[in-house]
């Protein structure tokens, strides 16, 4: 070759070294993957993800604690680093992940690495995988499974035009502006993997119950061109989806108009939002309380219009029920306008603490109490919910006739000058010499009080919830949240892990031992766990959905 050529091809490569410099990490992804999960530092990003998830719990068993330490020196061993070596090693400047669909449906996975020592990353790859192609270009490491891939990425980072280059991050929902990127993150393409996985006929062939969970999710799962899921590491892990379900001007991606048919699935569901998603407030439970769940969801209107939100079959089996339901009360009163139209919507389900053991006969699996709270219209609603919940006892009762079994006793709750008044339904004492079952440990009440209307499984649990609305305990909240918390979880396993352990070797076939073990692994699980948090928030243009977890300091 001549001086010339040398030249030529010098230039050249310094030139494609140059622009791969420039590039993101997914701009070296070929226009046909469908999902990209990237991260710009690694390094910072793992040492975040330390941070958060901490030490090994101090309540988990000393054996397990020890088979833990063990199996982290293992990995440690064979990864040949520790993490933070190992990723700065790999992607010191950040890597992307790319997955696209092969012409036989197979998942063809490409990679694009920034090294902090192209060397020892070079090195990892090749044992990672013997079957992986891996080409160095400039400061690029890229890997694949096929020649093929490392072409096309070769080819992507040469002309680095591509859309993943220009694709947009995520929008942060208060400000409807692209949001600073978390560490690590992914992109969708959804309009692309809702073709390829028929994910539209699932969609429509989703029964009632599930859209109605999903009621702010369905426009952005049905139309939604691109979604951005974010892992963030700190004081919290939080992961979290937005998706645009609105077109975007100018936009390739942008999702076409939805047809009649594809309006008249998904867009009714957003109607059912009581507080559009906005900012409110509940009443907070009380301490000790296993989990809260509140969803910003109307009742009603589903009952009043069934045949708007529901499939045929479903509407069907709304209108006999309601048939039914209609002559609870008798001609006075209406299911749906006086009994469900007379409680404010939106309602909030709490999880609170079983209640402990007082007599020595308690039955062994002790229940958390449940307890239904909600904001009551006037006097009327009052009348009307007791006089259905004594119907409701006196069918239940029947039923328990013609099985020979005890019925609920239902008493009078009355006002004592707390201002909580309503009624509650227990069992006959239990007199036989065994420990009484499970059921003893129910006692449904229907309880009203401060304009408040509580349905509970235990007559304590509904007076706790009272007691809250009286104290005017209050905690803001938007969209739809799922709240657990850890330490009172473990201490209701504790409670009942007699039952719980002979259930699980019964269902499982395991041991004793084993199952104990399942169960001391779980509560030092827990004990660790300040909350788990499930959100679902909409906006007019977007959706978001963030699982975040805690850890007790």
Same mark, same amino acid.
């Given at each position: 070759?001549?001086s010339?050529?040398?030249?030529v091809?010098f230039?050249?490569?310094w030139?494609?070294?140059g622009v ?5 990490? =997914?701009?070296c992804?070929?226009d046909?993957v469908?999902v990209v999960?990237e991260a710009?530092d ?6 975040d +993800?330390f941070?958060?998830? #901490?030490?090994?719990p101090k309540d988990?068993p000393e ?7 063990? #199996?982290l020196t293992?990995?440690r061993?064979g ?7 190992l990723a700065?090693q ?10 696209r669909f092969?012409?036989?449906g197979?998942?063809e996975?490409?990679?694009a690495?920034r090294p902090g020592?192209?060397?020892a990353a =070079?090195? $990892?790859?090749?044992?990672?995988g013997?079957a992986?192609?891996v080409?160095?270009? #400039?400061e690029w490491? $890229?890997?694949?499974?096929s020649?093929?891939g490392?072409?096309?990425?070769l080819a992507q980072?040469?002309?680095? %035009? #591509?859309?993943?280059?220009?694709w947009?991050?995520a929008?942060?929902?208060a400000t409807n502006a692209?949001?600073?990127e978390?560490p ?7 309009k692309a993997?809702? &073709?390829?996985?028929?994910?539209d006929?699932k969609? &429509? ?7 109605f969970?999903? @009621?702010?999710?369905?426009p952005a799962?049905?139309?939604a ?7 963030h590491a700190?004081?919290s892990l939080r992961?979290?989806m937005?998706a645009e379900?609105a077109p975007v ?5 942008a ?7 594809d309006?008249a699935?998904?867009?009714?569901? !957003?109607e059912?939002?009581?507080a559009?998603?906005k900012?409110?407030?509940i ?6 309380a296993? @989990? ?7 009742v009603r209107?589903l009952?009043?219009q069934?045949?708007?939100f ?7 089996q709304?209108q ?10 008798g ?16 309602f909030t389900l709490?999880?609170?603490a ?6 020595s006969d308690?039955p062994l699996l002790?229940?958390?109490g449940?307890a ?5 219209q %006037?006097? *009327?609603?009052? !009348? ?5 919940? *004594? ?5 239940g009762?029947a039923?328990r006739?013609q =099985?020979?079994? &005890?019925p $609920?006793v239902?008493?009078?709750v009355?006002?004592?000058?707390d201002?909580?008044h309503g009624l509650t ?9 065994t420990?009484p079952?499970t059921e003893?440990g129910i006692?449904p009440s ?7 209307m509580?349905?509970?499984s235990?007559l304590a649990a509904? *007076?706790a919830?009272?007691l809250?609305?009286? %104290?005017?305990? *209050? ?10 918390h850890?330490?009172p979880?473990a201490a209701a396993v ?5 039952p719980?352990?002979l259930a699980r070797?019964?269902?499982e076939?395991?041991s004793e031992a084993?199952?104990?073990r399942?169960y001391e692994i779980a509560?030092?699980?827990?004990r660790? +766990?300040d ?7 909409a906006s ?8 975040e977890?805690?850890?007790r300091?």
């Open positions: 070759m001549t010339l050529g040398l030249r091809v230039a050249v490569g030139l494609l070294a791969a410099a420039q590039v993101l990490p =997914r701009g992804m070929p046909d469908l999960v710009s690694a390094v910072a990003f793992v040492g +993800l941070v958060t998830l #901490g030490a090994v988990l054996t397990v604690r020890t088979e833990i330490a063990l #199996g293992a990995i061993l990864l040949g680093a520790t993490p933070s070596v700065r790999l992607a010191q400047g950040g890597f992307a992940v790319g997955l092969g012409k036989d197979a998942v996975m490409l990679l690495l020592d192209a060397k =070079r090195a $990892f790859l090749l044992k990672a013997e992986l192609q080409v160095e270009r #400039g490491l $890229f890997a694949a499974s020649g093929a490392c072409d096309a990425l980072v040469a002309a680095p %035009n #591509g859309r993943w280059a220009k947009p991050g929008v942060d929902l692209v949001a600073a978390s690590l993150r992914a992109y969708l393409d959804l993997l809702r &073709a390829h996985g028929g994910l006929q969609l &429509a062939n989703m029964v009632g119950a599930v859209r969970l999903l @009621a702010p999710m369905l799962l049905w139309s061109p691109r979604a951005t899921i974010e892992l700190g004081a992961l979290t937005r379900q001007a100018g936009d390739a991606n999702s076409t108009p939805m047809a009649a048919g309006v699935v998904v867009l009714p569901w !957003r059912l939002l009581v559009g998603q900012e409110r407030t009443i907070a439970p009380p301490d000790g296993l @989990a809260v769940l509140s969803l910003d969801r109307s209107k009952l009043e069934p045949e708007h529901l499939l045929p079959a479903e509407v069907t709304v006999a029920f309601l048939a039914v339901a209609d002559q609870l009360d001609p006075r009163s209406s299911f749906v306008t006086d009994l469900v139209g007379g409680l404010v919507a939106p709490y999880v609170l079983p209640t402990p053991p007082f007599l308690a002790l229940l958390p449940i239904l709270l909600a904001r009551t %006037n006097a *009327q609603s009052e !009348r009307v919910l007791s006089r259905t919940a *004594q119907v409701f006892l006196l069918i009762n039923e006739a =099985r020979h079994e &005890a $609920f239902l008493r009078k009355n006002d004592l000058g201002g909580v339904a227990t069992l006959p004492e239990w007199r036989k010499q420990l079952p003893y006692e229907l309880l009203f009080g401060f304009d408040h509580v349905l509970a235990n509904a *007076q919830m009272l809250q609305v009286k %104290n005017g305990a *209050q905690q803001a909240l938007s969209g739809d949240v799922l709240l657990l850890g330490m979880i504790e409670q009942s892990q007699r719980l352990l070797m019964l269902d076939g395991e084993t199952a104990n399942f509560k030092g699980l827990l660790a +766990l909350f788990l948090a499930l959100r679902m928030h007019a243009s977007h959706t978001s959905f963030e699982i977890l805690r850890r300091s």
